[in-house]
């Protein structure tokens, strides 16, 4: 009988996990999961939101010859100096045509080649970026896979 009245009075431990609400679990995937696939990287493509934003980072004229739709451009020798926090984001918004992204935003980096995708990844991330990820299969896959799909 007193092992039931101590089992009574001591609180039952509940594991932190049970209170996470499927918001930060999406959250948690979207920055553990760096590599986008074909499917999910059209579909952001396809349907541009506030959410995301999809950043090209090849040159503009590169960018200009075949464009991805819903992308912005930052080229991938400005991303470090453009995201790094002393960047004004005025001077941002005037030298690339688009607001600068907020430390909470979640960011796609797409590059001609994966190497420069994951570089400028990694560039973002170092500039304090946390939502940062990036579409390995470079511009070329996309628009071989864009035009087969019909999504």
Known sequence: MNALRIALRTPARV?????TTTAARWKDSWSNNKDMN?????????????????IDTRE?????????????????????????????PGQFQNDFAFPKPVFQQKMV?????????EAAAEAA???????????????????????KSKD
């Open 15 to 19: 594991s932190p996990r049970a209170f």
């Open 38 to 54: 074909f499917s999910e990287f059209n579909k952001l493509a396809r349907a541009p939101s506030d959410d995301v934003i999809l």
């Open 125 to 147: 991330k170092k500039a304090g970026y946390k939502n940062v990820r990036m579409y390995g299969g470079g511009v070329k896959e996309y628009h071989e896979n864009a035009d």
């Open 60 to 88: 503009p004229d590169e960018a200009a010859m075949s464009p991805i739709p819903g992308t912005v451009n930052l080229p991938f020798s400005k991303v470090a100096s453009a995201l790094a926090e002393s960047n004004n």
């Open 109 to 117: 980096f797409v590059d001609r080649t994966p190497k420069r995708s």
